[in-house]
């Protein structure tokens, strides 16, 4: 998306596009109840973690890093959050999590998680601190959020233990945890709902017929939201497989509210 | 703020505003959090409710619904949901809560709570299916969202019982408990945090001096949402309560991410 | 029931006694439902409490620290426990608290809430450490948890700001918040939900029945545990308030547990 | 543990021997904890399954079930609880579950889990209502709670599918996903976190240890409890994993409670 918006400002974006990740259904339910889920899959699979009791520093709280959270807190685990929007953290606060700098738990913890789209989240210097058998996997941007080629270094020893397992061991013999490499951890070592992958393909399918069918003019070569009216679209199809029963509008109440019986039933802001 | 957009679309409104109401800092924290805790307080009040085992129909799954909704699920409370907006729909279904019509759950329900902003949710085919004993309010909006002028029928006994609790009694002896005559049950029974007030205030305040401040032009007379940034200097304002530590992105994170270290940190649509 | 067992060990007891306190019914109801919605009633009528955020050290994890702990969790309050018994201590873990000794964390937090039986657990020496605005109070045994005699010397000053909150004052100015003067804050200042009461005085008066009915010699001049039988029957009493359904043992499922169709369905140390 | 009590009915035990499965540390944590874990990880792992908005049954409601439940709770499912004794009945009420009778929901469940310790808890005729794709799997006794060998009849279609998972196919094209054909679930299909398998493992050495040194004549050849201070042990020798601080008595209130400080801490009946 980043860069879709980099070559439309530049204005060398030759269509219209529609940037599906940022749509309710995608953020919302892919990144905030698929990482609920495989974040306790991945670690389980990978590391055999028992959760209850174990604290936790997950780095940001965004979509990703509520929905990790609250699965590691629902399984009993103490979870510190970190960030750097006062509004995320003020979020992670009301939910129950200390907010705290990294730096400051580092010590104490047994998991340290990533998920904020950032780099170097995780340097050499907090893996120095942290204490032996301490697991770091990254949930967020592949690659870049903790930095691993700083472990690369003579005086490390790295010990492949199983698929996506490392051990990195240190001169003293104490041992941190690497999970695939740094890599995405839920890509690289669980499976994704289909239901979820149900929704984000859907999503993408109607961006595409939305931008096929629609009428000269309406969309010019810019990056768009996906419209609210389809992004519910999105979420009534999926509401069967849960026996789920929706209400209905009276006339009287789509008056009232001055909506129409068939939505969009919010702004486009509305998340 | 309906009201302001009226004016706006007829072109009546002499001055710039600013829907504090729908930033971020108020719609997630005062409507979300406040209820999740007010809607305790208020029932423990009035009629002195055991939430464990309590069978309740929520009604609207917006910011108070979820809030109502998460309270009495923790305290033990089996929640039903219903809702008219797809996406929120979905939301109530993956976060526990079975989806239903108000219609085929009233029978058995120990308590119905209204959450919609609409509407004579609340009627009186619905009331005459309740069974002896539930309990009916409204945590919405004031007045029309439980069609109260329905019970006044000459069949019906009002019987109050005390300060916001009347009971109707049905002519086979049958009884509804009415919280607040259908008022905002919150407001009328229960009291605000002070810290939420303060995140309202504080943003209900900056938005009034960027307005005054601005340089010509900025606002023309319409109807703005506040401004990301101030959004955030109010969550700001109100971590150290909590002894949270906020994180600083490193002029590397800033570039690599493309912002500013003193934020906004999020696009103006993300919540 | 100390009383009870003295006089007994003593020889002194001139009748059969049952020991309802320590029913399951009585234990695993009363103590610890009541308490979880009992505590957050209590702190809001007497202090008006937000809880999202709050830090708050919960002395004591038997049935009542069980419960203020739950619900104060999932209202989105931080909770350090403490305990002397590892057992206990252990499960507060899995539950996903810290375990701390009250002198390590009284520094930090907001609240401190007494759940032990035992005496003098708060001390000056830790009210001396609490910041400004901690709040201190009494869920388990009256008067003896929290030292609050040491709390009546002259430099202190005593404020009395409603029924059951009082402001003591430090010579800096500072001020804790004391709750019913260290007297059981659920008793004092929130209702008992009749639910909860009626199966206490269900369980007492099947008691006092059986003593009354048992066959000469079934019980001698000592203390009992309710027959299980009878505590299963308390609750059998209590399930159709829920619109729950029991299951039946099939003939072959009975046999084949070794168990009567009519119960008791467990082992008397079964808890 | 059966058999041992047989044995001892019989007179032909002739060893001591302790009941370690009854120990509070195993009860409480090994089938607690550890079943709270593993069966996530036992249903991603065959069926990867998502839990959010799927309705389950759970066949009993005793540390097993208690674990499952709340698991599957907490990951966003809802969860419909089944059980013959009243008290764990009303225990799974006040815990926010709906009490139900298997053949009332079964229609309409997408999975079914049982943790019983009895036999032919789902039985054909359940089996026969069950919706395409519902899930039947066991969390209990081996073998005996499913009837799976009623599904062993010519008009049903069995497919193996892979390890631990058949699918059995209705002659009208239903399927049901039977995992590890009604073997326990979590042993075919999950690991035993090494911490849990530690207290059990610490349970049984500390009981054998206690039967070798025990003077002449504290133990006949019967079935025992482990004694209350051993329980306690091996929990203290697990808290220094979770960085966990137990509270000292101190000499006046060891004297106050009648306390050694050095624990028993609980009388033998309490869990």
Redo the contacts between chains.
Sequence with gaps: VGGLHHLSKAGRLCVPAINVN?S??KQ??DNL?CC??SI??SL??TA????????VAVCGYGEVGKGCSA?L??????VYV??????C??????????????G?VVR?VDMVITCT?????VVREHMDLMKNGCVVCNMGRSN?EIDVNSLRTPELVWQHVRAQVDHIIWPDGKRIVLLAEGRVLNLSS??V????LSITATTQALALIELFNAPEGRYKQDVY?LPKKL???V??L??Q??????????D??AK???LSKY?P???????
């Design positions: 940022d309710v259904t919302k339910f109840y609920r889920e306790l899959d389980k699979k055999d973690i028992m959760f209850g009791g174990k604290q699965a807190k629902a399984m009993g685990s103490v970190t960030e750097i929007d006062p509004i953290a003020l979020q992670a606060c009301m939910d129950g999590f200390r907010l705290a700098k990294l400051d104490q789209g950032n780099k170097n989240v870049t669980s499976t709902p289909i239901y979820v939201l992004d519910e679209y979420a009534s999926h509401l497989t849960f026996d789920a029963h929706l209400t209905e509008l009276t009287e109440q009232y509210m001055g939505g039933f919010k702004p486009s802001y509305y998340r």
